[in-house]
């Protein structure tokens, strides 16, 4: 009995070493990929009548860099806690995110109209929709379990000025 105690122990303090250095290693590569350009100031924010402005955003610091396409054309990487702009001529426009690392729910897409003078706010929010169900995780002869599933969906969110420069004063450039 004391030996099956003994073996349980060691088990679990593996299993928690194990997930210890995992988590670990996981948490040194996602912070060494933050945006690492300069901050953003109201001078990145542009004015012009002939052309358009799209200011993207990425608050969230615990998950993964994305690809962004305009018109399904690579225009840049936008890095966690960073931002990039892009000026564009007047016109419709498919803007999405991708990487070929993470699953196809954490992709955001938009169809955005620009006037000459336009100027979009686009936050890109990884966990912008949330769907829970619950299913089953395990039995035994007396229990069954029951976990919660959950799976986020991504978008871009149109803000106003005001509400963008709240986030964006404390982001840097993304690199292009």
């Known amino acids: 009995m004391i030996y099956l105690l003994v073996s349980k122990t060691v088990y679990r303090l593996v299993y928690l070493s ?3 250095i995992v988590y670990m290693t996981l948490m040194m590569f996602l ?3 933050a945006a690492g350009g ?8 542009r004015d012009s009548t002939d052309s358009a402005q799209v200011i993207i955003f990425y608050v969230d610091e615990l998950s993964a860099n994305m690809d962004i396409l305009i018109n399904d054309k690579l225009s840049g990487l936008l890095r966690r806690g960073g931002f990039l702009t ?3 001529t007047p016109g419709t426009y498919t803007l999405a995110t991708k990487n070929d690392w993470v699953y196809e729910a954490m992709m955001a897409k938009k169809e955005l109209s620009l006037n000459a003078g336009d100027v979009a706010y686009l936050r890109y929010n990884p966990k912008a929709k949330m769907t829970r169900r619950v299913g089953r995780c395990g039995e035994t002869d007396e229990t069954l379990t029951v976990c919660w599933h959950h799976q986020y969906f991504a978008q871009f969110e149109t803000l106003n ?3 963008a420069l709240v986030y964006l004063k404390n982001l840097r450039k993304s690199h292009d």
């Open 18 to 20: 194990v997930y210890f």
């Open 38 to 45: 300069k901050k953003f100031s109201e001078q990145d924010i």
């Open 161 to 163: 000025e005001a509400d």
């Open 86 to 88: 892009f000026n564009l």
């Open 31 to 33: 912070t060494s990929c």
